[in-house]
């Protein structure tokens, strides 16, 4: 296992721990191991873990940009949205598992931003696996005491006069950013629309941008 | 107050390490070895359980080990305290699993 | 369990000295906040976390604090602030909101 950067003395930076080669041999094979002895008690399937990992590797920014994209052409479905994220997910055939999703919406006004500083909670059955910056301990420690900054660490500068809501989904909802609809895409298809939407933009740590557009 | 070593909202910190790393088919093997005990039918690793093991884990292993290598050593913890398996027999699996490994045989 | 507080109580987190596993971050607990919103009711992480799935449910609330007065060298945006999850039984009035939810 190694570090992906210099140690340093001050107890409060703590590189992210990443594993080398041997880590993810030893990974694998411990939950190779531990897999082998459940299946031997009968309390799980080889079939069931391949099923299970296809399930969880379908999800992704795609479908978060489908939401973003339907809400910002059709206003009573983001009225929907808003009010209860997991139904309105669920129209689009989007499949909630946590609790509740709650959607939180950016403007001129009010800047959103996402984090879990007890862990690393995300919409993972939206928007797949979160960032490893969003798992690391300076964000997690950082964005609720110092958003502003962090969010110049990624080029977003709020301005002062815009306000900042942090939402730490330390419990049971889980949380989308609803980005803002950049300007002059008033004739955009929907589609092309989804295109524009980044995972970050969704976090809180972008915004959308037509430049960005591939 | 007690504080979790875990519970660092807050805390100081580095600067954000802006990193793009692949999620490996072992990391996702542990997601969905969890998902499965975790499921209505067994009940036996609720997410709970999992974090409320590495909080147990004592600081120093808690900052050593990867993300998904937490959630790994957490779910052997609890089922280990719930008597679904013994670290015994878990190491024994582990040796036969890594000298098959390196004969070439990787399951 | 009926929910002891609506949008817009004035809340004080408590510290409740329990050990285990607690999903109330250290940074709030006594401090004052607002409850933004009602989230429903939930089984409590600190029982789920030792396999109790007994119950009783609890009410979880969204509580928004100032950032100015979690931290106090902020230096952002007067208005900026921080909405965090909390469970009912760590939560205690401070001042009933004048209009009703």
């Known amino acids: 296992m190694s570090n992906d950067d210099d140690e340093h003395d001050h107890d409060h930076h703590e590189p992210l721990v990443v594993e080398d080669e041997q880590g993810n041999i030893e990974g694998q094979i411990v939950i190779n191991a531990l897999q082998n002895l459940l299946v031997e008690r009968n309390l799980i399937a080889p079939g069931e873990v391949r099923r299970e990992i296809e399930k969880i590797e379908s999800p992704g920014v795609h479908l978060g940009a489908k939401i973003v994209a339907r809400a910002w052409v059709d206003n009573a479905y983001k009225a929907r949205l808003l009010a209860d994220g997991k139904s309105a997910a669920a129209e689009l055939g989007i499949g909630v598992g946590e609790a509740q999703l709650i959607v939180v919406e950016n403007s001129e006004k009010l800047h959103n931003l996402i984090c879990c500083t007890l862990c690393s909670c995300y919409p993972r059955s939206i928007l797949g696996q979160p960032p490893s910056w969003y798992i690391s301990k300076a964000y997690r420690a950082r964005a609720v005491r110092e958003p502003r900054a962090v969010l110049s660490e990624f080029d977003l500068h709020i301005p002062d006069d815009v306000q900042l809501i942090v939402h730490d989904s330390n419990a049971d909802m889980r949380y989308l950013v609803l980005p803002a609809r950049p300007a002059g895409t008033e004739f955009v298809s929907e589609q092309r629309l989804a295109e524009l939407v980044t995972r970050d933009c969704m976090i809180g740590a972008a915004v959308v941008e037509l430049k960005a557009a591939s | ?107 | 369990m009926k929910p002891r507080f609506d949008t817009g109580d004035k809340v004080m987190v408590l510290e409740l000295g329990k050990s285990g596993h607690i999903r109330v971050p250290f940074y709030v607990r006594g401090h004052v906040g607002t409850v933004i919103h009602r989230c429903g009711v939930f089984l409590n992480p600190e029982d789920l976390a030792v396999g109790n799935v007994a119950g009783p449910v609890v009410p979880l609330y969204r509580v928004g604090f100032w950032m100015n007065q979690l931290w106090p060298d902020y230096d952002g945006n007067a208005l900026d602030m921080l909405y965090v999850e909390i469970y009912d039984h760590w939560l205690a009035m401070v001042d009933k909101s004048a209009v009703a939810a």
């Open chain 2, 1 to 107: 107050m007690t504080r979790g070593y875990h519970d660092i909202g807050g805390k100081e910190a580095g600067t954000i390490p802006m990193v793009e790393l692949p999620w490996l088919h072992w990391e996702k093997q542990v997601e969905a070895v969890r998902n499965l005990l975790g499921d209505g039918t067994r009940r036996m690793l609720s997410l709970d359980e999992m974090r409320r093991g590495f909080e147990s884990f004592g600081e120093d292993k808690y900052k050593a080990l990867s993300f998904y290598r937490r959630r790994l050593e957490a779910m052997i913890d609890i089922l280990v305290e719930k008597d679904v398996i013994c670290r015994e027999e878990l190491e024994n699996e582990i040796a036969s699993v890594r000298a098959r490994w390196e004969t070439g045989y990787k399951t």
